[in-house]
C-alpha cells in the first residue's frame, strides 16, 4: 500500500515523465511528454492512495490519484505539423482517468488562445482521448493564414489570399481527437465558429474586392459554411456560402449572394448599362464543382428600376413590376448556358436561352417575346469576332417608334463606328405596323450593318395585302444608293410619318446618301402616278388666297388626282429641299424650298395653274406658247405664291398681278431670284473620304 501526500514547487514540464509511471496511460504518457514541453510548474499539491501491485497491473482504483497544479510557459504541439500553442498558463488536475486544464491561456503566433477547459482523459483504457476546447481572437489575417496551412488547406482553394485580409476575428473550437503518433486529420473530430468583424478580402472573385465583411463561420468534418454581410467592391450584400469534405458533393461549393446594385454599385462590378438607371434587385445561387463546373439560378428586380432601351424604342418606369430570372450551367471550358430565362418587365414578357463563351454573348434564342404591340421571335448567333447573324421573324413587329419623327437617314459617326463589327439582319413577320393605322403585310428583309450604319439590304411588303412595296438599299464606293417602289405611295408616305394628304399612287424614289459627310445627305428624284391629295391645309390655304375655293372644297372632299408628281430633292437631318418640283393634274403646281419636318417649318414659293389643261395646250403652240406659258411646269392662267412658318398655319402671300401674266415674265419679274439647281453632294469636299 503506498499512500502520498504533500506539495512541489518549481517543477519542469519536461520532467514530467520522471514522475509519471508509465504503466498508467502508456499512449498518454507518450503524447503528453513528447508534445507538451517547456515551461515550469510553479506549485502544486498530490494525494496518493495506491494499493499493492496496482502500479505493476495497471489497474489503479477510482480516486487514488488527485495531482494539482499550475502551469506556466508551456508550449504544446498538438497536430504537427501545425504552428505550436505557447505561452501557456492555466491550473491542471491530474488523476488515473485523466488530466484537466482549466483557465488555460496561451499564444498560438500573435493570436490569443483561452480555454475553460483542456482534457485528456480514459488513462484507463488503451487509447487515449484528447478533448479541447478554446476561444481564439486576433486579426484575420493570422487567422485564415493558420486555416490555409497544411493539412488544414481551407483558404486558397476559394481563391482568397490570407496575407492581404484585413479586421478582427474570434473563434470558438472543439478537438477530439486519440493520443496516436499516427493520428490523422480524419481521425480528428472537430468543429469551429467564428465570427469576423470589417474583413476584407482582396479579388474574392477576379477583380471583385470583399470589404466590411460582418460574417460568422463555421467548420467541421462535413463541410465549411459561412454567412453575414459585406460589400462586393461597393456594392452592399448578404453572403451565405457552403463547401463540402465529404459525400456525394465532396469538393463542391454552393454560393448565394443578395443585394440591391445602383449605377455605381453597377460601375464598380463592370456590368454597368446606358439602358438603366436607380437600383435593382440582384440574387445568384451557384454550386461549382472541382472539376471546374458550375450551375444555378439568377434572378434580377427591376422593380426599382427605369428602364429605357433606345434601340427598341421601349421603356419602363421606376416603380413599375420587373423580373428577370434564369438557369444557369457553366462548363469548365468557361462556357456559361442560361436557359430557362424568363422576363417579365413591365409589359415586355419574354422567354429565352442565351450561351456565353469567355464572359461574351455567343447566341440568343427567343421563341417569343411580346411588349407593346410587338409578337415576334428572336434568333442571335456571333459568327466570328466581328461578325453577328441577326433573325427576327414573327407574327408582328411594331415600326411606329422607328419611323415617327425619326428625320435621321443614318445616326452613324462620320469618322466610322466605336465598334468593327458586321452584323447580317433577316426579317420575316406577318405584319409591320406602320403610322396611320396602316400595316405593311408579308414583310421580308435582308440588311447588312457595318458598325451603325446599314450598307446594304432590301425589304419587300403588301399593303392591304395586295399593293406591294419593295425597298433597296447598296453601297457604292464612298456613297450608297436607295430606291423605294410601290404601288401605293399614299401608304407608303403615311406610313413612314413623312406626309399624310396622299393616297394611292405609284412611286418611284431613288436616291443617293453621301457618307463622306457628316449629315449624310441625300440626293435623288421622286415620281409618283396617279396619287390623289386630300386635306393638303397648306396648299387648300394658298388655294383659298387665291381665290379657288371651289378647288378647296374638292381638296377637303374626295381629293385633287394628279397625273404626274415629279421632282429632285436633297434630304439632310430631317430637312426636305426641292427646286422645279412640280404637280400636273386638273391644276398644275410647282414648288420650290424646304421643309424642315424637326423644326415643323416651311419656306417655299411656286406657281398654281387652275386649269393645266388648257394651258398645257397654249404651250404647245411653237414660239408663241413659249412666250406665253414659260418654262416647264407654268402656265399663262396662274398665279405665284410664297408660304412660310409653322406647318399647322404658314403665312401665305399670293402675287394676284402674276395671274395676268406671261409665265416667262412672271418668273423673271415677280418670283425670287437666287434659286441655283440643287447639286449633288460633291464627294470631293474638304475631309471627304477617298475611295480605297
Wanted: aromatic share 8%; charged share 20%; hydrophobic share 40%.
Amino acid at each position: 500500500c503506498l499512500t502520498l501526500d504533500g506539495s512541489l514547487a518549481n517543477l519542469q514540464v519536461n520532467d514530467i515523465g520522471r514522475f509519471w509511471p508509465y504503466s498508467m496511460a502508456s499512449n498518454g504518457y507518450d503524447w503528453v511528454t513528447a508534445n507538451i514541453r517547456e515551461g515550469v510548474v510553479p506549485s502544486g499539491t498530490y494525494k496518493i492512495n495506491l494499493s499493492a501491485g496496482a502500479l505493476e497491473s495497471g489497474d489503479i482504483p477510482e480516486g487514488a490519484v488527485d495531482l494539482r497544479f499550475d502551469l506556466e510557459g508551456v508550449t504544446a504541439d498538438y497536430y504537427a505539423p501545425l504552428p505550436k500553442v505557447t505561452d501557456i498558463s492555466g491550473s491542471a488536475v491530474l488523476t488515473e482517468t485523466g488530466v484537466t486544464i482549466n483557465d488555460m491561456t496561451g499564444r498560438l503566433g500573435t493570436l490569443e488562445v483561452t480555454s475553460d477547459n483542456v482534457t485528456i482523459n480514459e488513462f484507463d483504457k488503451y487509447d487515449q482521448l484528447a478533448d479541447i476546447q478554446i476561444h481564439v481572437t486576433g486579426n484575420s489575417r493570422e487567422m485564415f493564414t493558420f486555416l490555409d496551412l497544411e493539412p488544414l488547406g481551407l483558404i486558397s482553394p476559394y481563391g482568397i489570399v490570407p496575407s492581404a485580409m484585413t479586421g478582427e476575428g474570434a473563434v470558438d473550437a472543439s478537438f477530439k481527437f486519440p493520443l496516436r503518433f499516427d493520428l490523422t486529420l480524419e481521425k480528428v473530430d472537430y468543429w469551429a465558429k467564428g465570427a469576423f468583424t470589417d474583413a476584407t478580402i482582396p479579388k474574392v472573385a477576379g477583380d471583385i474586392n470583399l470589404t466590411g465583411g460582418d460574417l460568422k463561420v463555421a467548420v467541421d468534418p462535413k463541410g465549411v459554411t459561412v454567412d453575414g454581410t459585406a460589400k462586393l467592391n461597393v456594392v452592399p450584400v448578404t453572403i451565405s456560402a457552403e463547401s463540402w469534405f465529404s459525400g456525394p458533393r465532396e469538393g463542391n461549393r454552393l454560393y448565394h449572394v443578395t443585394g440591391e446594385i445602383d449605377e455605381a454599385g453597377r460601375d464598380s462590378l463592370d456590368i454597368a448599362s446606358p439602358y438603366l438607371t436607380g437600383p435593382m434587385g440582384a440574387e445568384l445561387r451557384i454550386e461549382t464543382t472541382p472539376a471546374g463546373s458550375a450551375s444555378g439560378t439568377v434572378t434580377v428586380d427591376f422593380a426599382k428600376t427605369a428602364i429605357s432601351v433606345e434601340p427598341l424604342h421601349w421603356t419602363k418606369e421606376a416603380g413599375v413590376p420587373g423580373r428577370v430570372s434564369a438557369d444557369l450551367d457553366v462548363t469548365a471550358e468557361d462556357v456559361a448556358t442560361l436557359s430557362n430565362i424568363v422576363a417579365e418587365v413591365g409589359d415586355m414578357k419574354a422567354t429565352a436561352t442565351a450561351v456565353l463563351k469567355d464572359g461574351l454573348l455567343s447566341s440568343l434564342t427567343v421563341p417569343r417575346v411580346t411588349y407593346g404591340e410587338n409578337d415576334f421571335a428572336l434568333d442571335f448567333t456571333q459568327a466570328a469576332a466581328d461578325q453577328m447573324n441577326v433573325r427576327l421573324h414573327g407574327a408582328q413587329f411594331d415600326l411606329k417608334p422607328f419611323v415617327v419623327a425619326t428625320y435621321d437617314l443614318n445616326e452613324a459617326d462620320i469618322d466610322g463606328p466605336e465598334e468593327d463589327r458586321m452584323i447580317d439582319i433577316e426579317v420575316e413577320v406577318d405584319q409591320a405596323l406602320m403610322d396611320d393605322g396602316l400595316t405593311l403585310d408579308m414583310v421580308q428583309a435582308t440588311m447588312q450593318i457595318e458598325g451603325n450604319l446599314i450598307t446594304d439590304g432590301m425589304a419587300t411588303g403588301k399593303f392591304a395585302g395586295e399593293k406591294s412595296f419593295n425597298f433597296e438599299i447598296a453601297r457604292n464606293g464612298e456613297t450608297r444608293t436607295v430606291s423605294f417602289i410601290s404601288d401605293d405611295a399614299g401608304s407608303l408616305f403615311r406610313g413612314l410619318d413623312l406626309y399624310d394628304d396622299l393616297r394611292d399612287g405609284a412611286l418611284k424614289l431613288t436616291a443617293e446618301i453621301d457618307d463622306t459627310q457628316e449629315s449624310r445627305p441625300a440626293k435623288g428624284t421622286i415620281e409618283i402616278k396617279d396619287v390623289r391629295l386630300v386635306n393638303a391645309p397648306v396648299l387648300g390655304k394658298i388655294l383659298t388666297v387665291g381665290s379657288l375655293g371651289g378647288i378647296v372644297d374638292l381638296l377637303r372632299g374626295d381629293g385633287i388626282v394628279f397625273a404626274t408628281v415629279e421632282g429632285p430633292f436633297t434630304y439632310e437631318n430631317g430637312v426636305f429641299q426641292t427646286k422645279d418640283f412640280r404637280a400636273v393634274g386638273s391644276i398644275g403646281i410647282t414648288f420650290n424650298g424646304t421643309v424642315d419636318q424637326p423644326a415643323n417649318k416651311i419656306d417655299a414659293f411656286g406657281t398654281v395653274i387652275p386649269s393645266y389643261t388648257l394651258n398645257s395646250m397654249l404651250g404647245n403652240i411653237p414660239i408663241l406658247g413659249t412666250l406665253l406659258v414659260g418654262r416647264q411646269g407654268e402656265g399663262i392662267f396662274g398665279f405665284s405664291y410664297e408660304v412660310s412658318g409653322g406647318m399647322e398655319n404658314p403665312d401665305i402671300d399670293v402675287n394676284a398681278v402674276s395671274a395676268l401674266a406671261p409665265g416667262i415674265l412672271r418668273r423673271m419679274f415677280f418670283e425670287p431670284w437666287d434659286q441655283d439647281d440643287i447639286e449633288p453632294p460633291s464627294t470631293n469636299a474638304p475631309g471627304a473620304r477617298q475611295n480605297p
